[in-house]
C-alpha cells in the first residue's frame, strides 16, 4: 500500500478498506507494511503526544476492522508507564497481529505486539532516535533477548514476525530469525519501510529468497510505496513486496512503485514464473524513480504547473523530457533566458525541445537586467569617513558570471513560475553539486532538483534512454547530447567553441564518487596513493589515461585538491541552502550523507606523500617503496 | 580547550602544548574535553579511515607527550578487529588516561580506555549513528555492564572517569556513576563536548554540584569552547568548565567562551567564591553566544567583510549592531535598497545606523529593476499550440513584493558583498522562520542566519541590551525600536500610517515557542482545547487577552490554521533552503528540530472540537464537559 507519512487516519482507512475487499475475496492473511499507521520519516513528529494518540485509535480501528481475517501491519506502540532514555514517553517500531477483532502477541514479553529488534542507526536511518528496541527492553526485564523472540499464535498460524532490519542481522551480535526458528513456525513474515536505492532491491531478494530456502518455510516481505522526506531528502518506496515459498522461489511479487493488492496462495507445487525481481537495476529503474518520485513529491507540495528554464544543454533538456511525461503540455512551461553569451546553437535547441515536447515556451532575455546590475554596482563609491578611506566596488568576470546565473533564477525564473500559477525546477546533477559548480540563489534554486543524486555522465545516460525507450520519435534534439556541456557564462564558455565546463566528466565523477558513494569513501591519501602506485585509472574504473588529462604530478595534484577544496568548502556551503533532493542511489546529500563545515581537511599523510611526488618521484613507483 | 573539528592535528598540537605548560606549572592532572581530538560534530566524516588512523597517530602523540604528568583526554577509538552494527568499523566515544608516557584503562574490560556508556541520540545528537556503547559491548563479553564501569587506577590516582551523557542517567536503566562509586575513588572527571543552549549551564551546575557532594569527592568537568556545526545548524560551546570539591562547592571556573588553562588545588579548606556559574541565563548569555558564534563561524568560513542589508527595521539593524562589534569598520558595509514602498522614515534610521555604527553605506535602489522586471514578466504570451490554448502571464500584488524581496539579496545584496570582498547576512528571526514570512532567495538569503533562533520580541530585548550596555552612547536609533514591524513591500505595510506585519507577535511568539520549543510540544489540538477551556493566555503566558485579538472563536481557529499551515508547509519548505542557523536555545530548526515535509496536519480530536466551537459552544466552558 501506498503509506503517507503523518496521516494516520488516511492510511488507516485504507488498511480498512483492504481488509473488507480481502476478505470478500477470501482472503486468510492480509499483510501492510512497517508503520503503515504513522508513517516512516517524519521527522520528530514522534514528539507529539496528540498524534501518538491518534496513532493508537487507528490502530484500535484496524484490529476492531480484522473480524474473520488475520491483519499484520507495522505502527508505532506506546508504553505511557516507560520513558524512553531522552526522557520521553516509551516509543516501539512495532508489529501487531489483530485477528477475529482481537490482538494476538508474541508468547512471551510483556506486550501484546512485536517489538523491532534491530533498529537501524545508518544512511538516512535514525531509529534510536525515537524508538527503544528489543534489547533494551529485554535487558530491562531481565530475559535474554532470545526468549522474548517468540512466534505469535493466533487460531490459524504461527507466525514468525520480523521488521525490515531484524532481518538483516550480519552485523548484529542477535539474530532474530535465527531465535525464531526454534520454535514451530508456519510462516515468516517481514514488513518493511524501505526506501528505493539502485541496486538494493537485487541484493534484498537475494537475502529473503535464501532465508526462505534456509528456514524451509514461506516467507512473505511486504513493503510500502509512496514518498517520504527527511526534509532535504526525499526518498522513493518502491514497494516491490514479494512471497517466496519454503524453497526460497518467488510465488507472487507486486510490481514496483505501484499500489495494489497481491494475492498469493501459501505452498501450492509450483512457484509463479512471472514478476521476479530483475537482477541488476540500470538506467530503467533509474527512470522509474525520477518519475515516480517527482510526481509524488508534486501531489506531496500541491504544485499542478512547473516552469523549467532551458538552457539547450543536457541537464535543463532531460530534466524538461521528465516533467513532460508527468504534467499535460499545458501546464508545464518551458523559459529560455538567453544572456550576453548565449549561442544561437543552444537558444535553438531549447526551442525545438520545446516544439517537439508540445509545451509552452517563453523567451525572456537578461541582458538588460545584468547591465543594470553591473550599472547600478560597478563604480558604486563606498564614502570614506570616521577614518575609512573611501572604496569603489568593481564587478569582475567571474563575479558577473553570477550575476546572470541569479538573474535567470530568483529574477526571471520565479517571477515567471508564479506568474504561471507553478514553481521551478532545480536542474543541478550530482557533480556539480559535490563541487558547488553551480550559483547559489542561481541555477541551484528551485523547489526540488530530482536530478542531483547522478552524476553527469548519468544523465547523459538518461537523456538517451529517454529518447530511445520513453519519448521516442522527437525527443531531446541529439544536438543537445552532441554539445560541449558548457554554462554560458562567458567568453571562455563558448559551445560552438567547443568550449565549456572545467570538468572531465568521465574521470571527475568517478573520482567524485569515490569520495560520496563508496562504501569506503575515499580522501585525498588514497587517491594520491593509488595516483602514485600507478593504479588509480583501475581502481576508479576510469578507462581513460590519466596521464592524457594531467601532463605531471603537480598538475593531478593541483586538480585534486581544486575539487577536494570545493567539495568541503563552498560546495558543502551551497547544499546546506539547495532544495530538497530526490535520492536515487547510496548516498545522496543531506540525511543521506551527512556533512559539517569544516573547511577542506588533508590528512599528514597525504601531504607527505604529496610533497615527495612534487619533489619529483616518478609516477609507478608505490609508496610502500619508499 | 577550542576543539577544531576535523582537524585531529592542530588539537593534538595543542594538547601538547597545554601538557607541557601545565607541567612547568608542577599541575598533577591535566583534563581536555570529549573528542578533544577529532572534534564532535564532524557529520559521516567517521567514515574515513584515513581521518580515523591520524586521529589515533594522535592520540598516542599526546600519550608519548604525558612524561611527569596524567592527562586525561577524549577521542575516538577504534577497535579495528570488531564491526559496529552498519558493518563499518567498530568505533567508539572513549576516555584516554595517559601517564609518563604509558595508558592506563579501567581495571575490568577489554581496552586500555574508557568507553562511554550512555550515547545521546535526541536533539542534535546521534551518537549511535557511528559509535558503540559500554552496554552493547557488556552483551558481547557477556558481563554485565557494571562489571566493566571501574575506575582508573593510575600510578597517583584512582580516576572514575565519565563521557558527557554518562552522568544525566535520569532516564537510562544504567547509573555509571552509582557503578563507579562502588569502587574508591579519589576524584571524578567528566569529560563534556557539551554545545551552548539558553539555561543549560544552570542546570548542569546544579546536577555536578550534587553529584559531588552525593559521593563526597571532588568532580572535575570539562567542556570544550568553538563552534561545530551539524551543516544546517551552527552549535556554540561555551567551555564553562567547573571544579567542584567533594562538599559540591565550586573551586575553580572557566569563564565561558573563553580558551584557558584553570588551575585548582583540589581540596583545599575553602572553595573559590568567584566565577561561580550564574543561576540564571538572560539577553546578556543570548548576546554573549550571538556574537561568539558569529564571530567563530566568520573564522570558520574565512569570511573577512560583511555586507547587511539594512531596511531601517529592528532585525537588520541588531545585525549590524552585532557585526560591528566584530568587524573593524572598513569591513562592515550597510546597504540601504530603497523599493517603491519605502518610507522616508525607515531609509533615514537606516542611514542614521550606519553613520552611529561609524560603518560604510551605500545606497542602491531597486525601483528600476523591479519596474524592468514587471515590464519583462507582465503580459508576457505564452503562445498556444498543440492543443493549447494561448496565455498571458500576470504579476499579481503579493507577487510583487516577492520581486521585490528577491532583487534586493539575489540581485543586489550578492553583487555588492561579492564586489566588496565578502558575504551578506541573513537577518531572518525565528517568528518568520517558522511561519515562512520570509522571501526564499530574498530576505531569507544569505551566508548565516545569526538571529534565527529568536522570537521578534527576543530580538528586540536584545537590541535594548545592545543599546544599554554593549554600543551604550549612540546604538540603534531609538525609532527603529518604536515604528511598527513591517516589510514594506506595499501600500499596505506604511510604517508611517503605523502599518505592517500580520503577526501579533508578544502572542505568536509565544505560540509559536508551543509548538517548536516546549518540551512537551503542542499542536492545534492543545491549543485548540485551552483556548476552548479559556486557559490559552496563562498556558503560553500571554499577557494580553485573546478576546481584543479575536472577536470569535471564527476568527481565532482562522488565525490559528493559518500559521499552522505555513509552519508545516511553505515555512517548512523555506527552512530546508535556508541558510545556517546559529542555535541558542532548544530546538534551532535543522538538525536539533527534525522535520518531514508532509503538509499540515490535524488531528480527528481538534477538527471535532472546531466544529463544535464554531457552531457556537461559548468560550470557557471545557471540552471535558462535553
Known sequence: MEVRPGRPLDNAAAMIEHLRAARTDGADLVVFPE??????????????????????????????????????????????????????????????????????????????????????????????????????????????????????RTERFSLGCLLCEDAWDADYAVSPLAALSRHPVDLYVNINASPFTLGKNAKRHRLFSQWAARLARPLVYVNNVGIQNNGKTVFTFDGSSC?????????????????????????????????????????????????????????????????????????????????????????????????????????????????????????????????????????????????????????????????????????????????????????????????????????????????????????????????????????????????APSAELSPAQNVDEGKGDPLVYPYHDRLFASWVEWWNRTTPQEILEWYAAGELESKLGYEGSLTDLFPDPAAFVADLERWWDLYQGMGLAKRIQAPPVLALKRRAFGFDHRESQMGARYTRKYLALKERLLRGQPRGTSCADS
Chains 1, 2 share one sequence.
Open 35 to 152: 508503520m503503515a499507521v504513522p508513517g516512516y520519516l517524519i521527522g520528530d513528529e514522534w514528539e507529539h503526544e496528540a498524534f501518538l494518540r491518534e496513532c493508537e485509535e487507528c490502530g484500535e480501528e484496524v484490529r476492531a476492522a480484522s473480524e474473520g481475517i488475520t491483519a499484520v501491519f507495522g505502527s508505532v506502540a506506546l508504553d505511557w508507564q516507560r520513558r524512553n532514555e531522552d526522557g520521553r514517553v516509551r516509543k516501539y517500531n512495532a508489529l501487531f497481529v489483530a485477528e477475529n477483532g482481537r490482538w494476538a502477541g508474541p508468547a512471551c514479553g510483556p506486550y501484546p505486539f512485536v517489538v523491532k529488534t534491530l533498529l537501524p542507526n545508518y544512511r538516512e536511518f535514525d531509529d534510536s532516535r525515537h524508538f527503544c528496541d528489543l534489547r533494551k527492553l529485554a535487558l530491562e526485564e531481565n530475559q535474554p533477548v532470545e526468549r522474548l523472540l517468540a512466534p505469535v
Open 243 to 483: 512471497v517466496y515459498d519454503g524453497r526460497g522461489r518467488v510465488l507472487a511479487c507486486g510490481r514496483a512503485f505501484e499500489e495494489s493488492a497481491d494475492t498469493a496462495e501459501i505452498a501450492p507445487e509450483e512457484p509463479f514464473a512471472d514478476g521476479t525481481p530483475s537482477a541488476k537495476d540500470g538506467v530503467p529503474e533509474v527512470y522509474r524513480a525520477v518519475h515516480y518520485g517527482t510526481r509524488k513529491f508534486m501531489e506531496l507540495c500541491g504544485v499542478r504547473r512547473v516552469a523549467v528554464g532551458v538552457s539547450g544543454g543536457i541537464d535543463s533538456s532531460v530534466a524538461a523530457a521528465v516533467y513532460s511525461r508527468i504534467l499535460p503540455p499545458e501546464d508545464l512551461l518551458l523559459v529560455s533566458m538567453p544572456g550576453p553569451f548565449t549561442s544561437e546553437t543552444t537558444r535553438r535547441i531549447a526551442e525545438r525541445l520545446a516544439a517537439r515536447l508540445g509545451t509552452g515556451y517563453v523567451e525572456v532575455p537578461i541582458g538588460e537586467s545584468a547591465s543594470l546590475t553591473r550599472r547600478q554596482v560597478n563604480g558604486l563609491t563606498v564614502p570614506g569617513g570616521n577614518g575609512r578611506p573611501q572604496e569603489t566596488l568593481r564587478i569582475d568576470p567571474l563575479l558577473f558570471e553570477n550575476v546572470q546565473a541569479r538573474d535567470r533564477s530568483a529574477r526571471v525564473l520565479a517571477a515567471v513560475s508564479a506568474a504561471f500559477g507553478g514553481v521551478f525546477t532545480c536542474n543541478a546533477n550530482k557533480s556539480e553539486a559535490t563541487v558547488g559548480y553551480t550559483t547559489l540563489y542561481g541555477d541551484l534554486a528551485g523547489y526540488f532538483a530530482n536530478l542531483a543524486d547522478l552524476w553527469k555522465t548519468e544523465v547523459y545516460e538518461l537523456a538517451r534512454y529517454l529518447n530511445r525507450e520513453v519519448l521516442r520519435g522527437p525527443g531531446i534534439p541529439e544536438e543537445a547530447l552532441r554539445i
